[in-house]
């Protein structure tokens, strides 16, 4: 193919701020970097895109090397442009954001020799490049979409309680939400569904396990819906 | 700078989808292209990021050279990276788009002498490469946002009547709205301010002027809201 243009172009990647709920908190994957620059400092996962790649490829890839996961919920979140964003060059990224669902999955938080660990969100260290910039981006897009898209059951596993329906959006929303409205609210929806099955294993009183309608959780997702909580 | 990839890298260029409103519909800025690839087609403003300049920088200067106009609502949308959406080689876009007050503003719709138009958005052509994609996902973003934040108001005039700024909402939203709701809503939310003009040189029965209050605007904006009419 002719190249359309001539002149020094910038590098592009993906970087991927990946979040998982365990059962306190919500929580963001970082890595430690081996090399300059930055080397010994956290950093979001991510690499450059090939030419023979599209950036959502690139992302998935990402994410499939750095968790072991794939089909998860995967969205372009914003492109990061800085001029001098990267020391080495002018390095454009393509920021994605990924929903995971620990429980649902064994996560490796390890690969290619390189230190991987889960942080709180609320507790995140100084970060290589403008990454920190882009993970309150991404934390800004998850509190305000939950509260218009269903994309908070993405952290759940398959069956769950109201108190973990309530638990998730209180951490995500960073506020504490008032029991009897949020359960009214949400059964309102019509987007969960009670199940036949409690919770084992626990030491109060075990809670009837709900799952979402995903026909419901569809129809909501394409129109939108107001989660006024 | 140490160059930090030495692979093939795709070009990064901006497009923008810049959207006016006239007296009767919503419009979108049009070019048509002298040069191959898809010579005489109608495409979206836009053109190469300098190694140099920032994403939001090149938007900036592409809708100056595009429209003579700066200062305007002009915001990243998303980027668009498929292998094969310029035929020539591998092209990442990063897509914004912008709002124009025409009533404001001599918009110069001609450059480079290059053809530009205005187009209604109900009546869109053809376009090159994937910019039909591309605008439909900005004409996706305009009305999904004007449901939350205010930035419909940036379509406007600095003074207006409830009635443009219904026909704004009914012809963004693309649905006629009751009138009395409509009125009632956006009275409660005290985000518009009445003045002491009324409208002139009208047929009807000149209507009362509003202009909208930056102050609360402002703080919708950070906050966002649910505009449901």
Known sequence: MA?????????????????????EDLQVMLIQRGVAPFAGEWALPG?????????????????????GLSDLFLEQLYTFGDIRRDPRERVVTV???????????????STDARRAAWFSVNDVPNLAFDHKQ??????????????YQPIGFEL????????????????????????????????????IKETNEIETDVAHRAARLFRFDKKAYDRLTRRGFNFEI
């Open 156 to 191: 759940l596993p398959e069956k769950f309680t109201l108190r973990q329906l309530q638990h998730l959006y209180e951490i995500v929303l960073n506020r504490p939400l008032d029991k009897r409205n949020f359960r009214k609210k949400v059964l309102g929806m019509g987007i």
């Open 3 to 23: 190249a359309t243009y001539e002149h020094p172009r910038p590098a592009i990647t993906v970087d991927i701020v990946i979040f998982a709920m365990d059962e």
């Open 95 to 109: 920021a994605y954001y990924a929903l995971v669902n620990l429980a649902g999955h064994a996560v490796q938080a």
């Open 47 to 67: 690499g450059f895109v090939r030419v023979d790649e599209t950036l959502d490829a690139a992302a998935a890839r990402e994410l499939r090397e750095e968790t």
């Open 134 to 147: 882009i993970f309150e981006a991404a934390l800004d897009r998850l509190r305000g979409k939950v509260r």
